[in-house]
Structures are given as structure tokens and as C-alpha cells.
């Protein structure tokens, strides 16, 4: 007795479109819906009725720019130091963040380590990376003086909130077969870590310090403006004196700088990856 043939498909049939449930589409709507109604609840606290200002008001707007394409490289030898002395507290603010954030990230992380540990590293990270720049820098300003060291020592703390939550979230997503295999060895709790997940997640860390430290060379340019050392001082007392010329000088320098340290970073990437 021969077995029945299985039905064969018709190809000029065309398949109907993937259907959703009626509580997906509720589900949508209520969330875009929210979002749009959160728009159009906030466009007067944000003043967005006033956006004509930059019609009505342009004739400083293009005074300003009209400096601001000449720029004036005079002080260019105090804009490359101060600029330099930018990039080297953002360096060690990253260096000293990475320090800081590969405990506290490990400590973080759900699958290698016990609860009670885990929660309380988590609030510490959401305190570091909550509190702004300038206000853990101005801290650091009362408690050393002007300089970089307020910088550096800024960077570190906020840094480190930032990358220990990545480093946990990286350590929280890897292949639980190489750990297994060095506990099945006979292997300690930090072989676990040394051997196991270290391996894993040191190109994912490689990169986030990196991307971080490419940022705090934008943020040490700002810290610079409470006197935490760095260009930003430079940037903010051409401000004051409208010396808009001199302004675009060193946004120049900046961009450039950012650029370099761009380009750098891809190089090591490349070359660590």
C-alpha cells in the first residue's frame, strides 16, 4: 500500500500579510499616542512658539556669524596648550574611570554575582552617571582649587558610573560555556572571571572606553568653564569679551582636536578588535 503524496503548494498563490492581535494595535496607539500627546503638552514649556526669534533677530544673528567666519588665530599657540591640556584630562579622567568601572561592573552583572552585592553597586553607578559634569566638578573645584586635577577627578566619577553599567550589561550577555568549562576544571571563582569572561568581554569594553574617552573630550571642554582647567576657560573668557573671532579660533581648534582623537580611536579599534 503506497503512503499519500504530501499536498504540494500552489506558487502563484500569494500568502496573506502577517496579521497582529487587536491588543498589539491598542498597545501601539496607546504608546505613540502618549508620546505624541507628551509633544504637544511640552511645545510651550520649551518655548517652541518663539522659534520665529531666529528670523526676527537676524540681524545679530548674522553680525555673529560674520565673526564668526573670520576667525583669528593670534593666540594660536595658547589654543593648541589649553586644547592639549584638554585631551590629557580627559585621558586620565577615562584611564582612571576604567579602573573604577571593571569592579563595579563585574559587581553588577546578575549572573556572576549575589544580589545583595548587585543593587547595591547599581545605585552607586545611577548616583555617579546621574549627577552632571559641572556640579561634580564644581565639587571637586571647592575641595582642590582651580586646575585639571578638578577635571580629571570629575571625568573619573561620572566616567565610571557610565562604563560600569555597560561593562555589567556586557557581562550580563555572554556565553555561559566557556565559565562552565572552567568551573568543570576545577577552577575558581576568579579563574571563572579571569578566564571565562574576561576573554569575552574584553573587546565590548575596549570599545565603550574609547567611545567614552572620544566624549570626555568634549565634556573636559565644558568643565573648563568653572575653572576645571582645559580650553574651556579660554572659550569662556573670549565669550565675555565678545571676541567672537577669537571664539571660532577655538572651536576650530576643538573640532579638530575631536577629529584626531576621532580618527585615533578608529585606528586602535581596528587594531585591538
Given at each position: ?18 496579521s497582529?492581535s ?104 545611577n ?10 566638578g564644581?565639587?571637586f ?18 566616567t ?114
Amino acid at each position: 500500500m503506497t503512503s499519500a503524496s504530501p499536498p504540494v503548494a500552489d506558487a502563484s498563490v500569494v500568502p496573506a500579510p502577517p496579521s497582529r492581535s487587536l491588543g498589539a494595535w491598542g498597545l501601539d496607539i496607546l504608546i505613540w499616542g502618549g508620546v505624541a500627546a507628551l509633544l504637544i503638552y511640552s511645545f510651550e514649556a520649551v518655548d517652541l512658539a518663539n522659534l520665529s526669534r531666529l528670523v526676527t533677530n537676524s540681524a545679530n544673528l548674522q553680525n555673529f556669524a560674520a565673526d564668526l567666519l573670520r576667525p583669528n588665530f593670534t593666540d594660536w599657540r595658547l589654543f593648541v596648550e589649553k586644547m592639549w591640556e584638554t585631551v590629557q584630562i580627559a585621558l586620565w579622567g577615562t584611564f582612571l574611570a576604567v579602573f573604577l568601572a571593571v569592579p563595579m561592573g563585574l559587581a553588577a552583572a546578575r549572573n556572576i554575582a549575589p544580589g545583595w552585592v548587585v543593587q547595591p553597586v547599581r545605585w552607586v553607578m545611577n548616583m555617579l552617571r546621574s549627577i552632571p559634569d559641572l556640579v561634580i566638578g564644581l565639587l571637586f573645584v571647592v575641595a582642590v582649587g582651580l586646575g585639571p586635577l578638578a577635571g580629571v577627578l570629575a571625568i573619573t566619577l561620572n566616567t565610571a558610573g557610565v562604563l560600569a553599567k555597560l561593562f555589567s550589561e556586557a557581562v550580563e550577555s555572554i556565553d555561559k560555556g566557556p565559565v562552565e568549562g572552567v568551573r568543570a576544571t576545577g577552577g575558581s571563582r576568579l579563574q571563572e572571571i579571569v578566564w571565562g569572561v574576561i576573554p569575552q568581554v574584553a573587546p565590548l569594553w575596549t570599545s565603550f572606553a574609547l567611545y567614552r574617552f572620544e566624549s570626555n573630550s568634549r565634556s573636559a571642554t565644558v568643565l573648563g568653564l568653572i575653572g576645571a582647567g582645559g580650553i574651556g576657560q579660554v572659550l569662556f573668557d573670549r565669550m565675555n569679551a565678545f571676541a567672537f573671532r577669537d571664539v571660532s579660533a577655538v572651536v576650530i581648534v576643538v573640532v579638530v582636536a575631536v577629529t584626531l582623537i576621532d580618527l585615533l580611536s578608529q585606528a586602535m579599534r581596528k587594531r585591538l578588535l
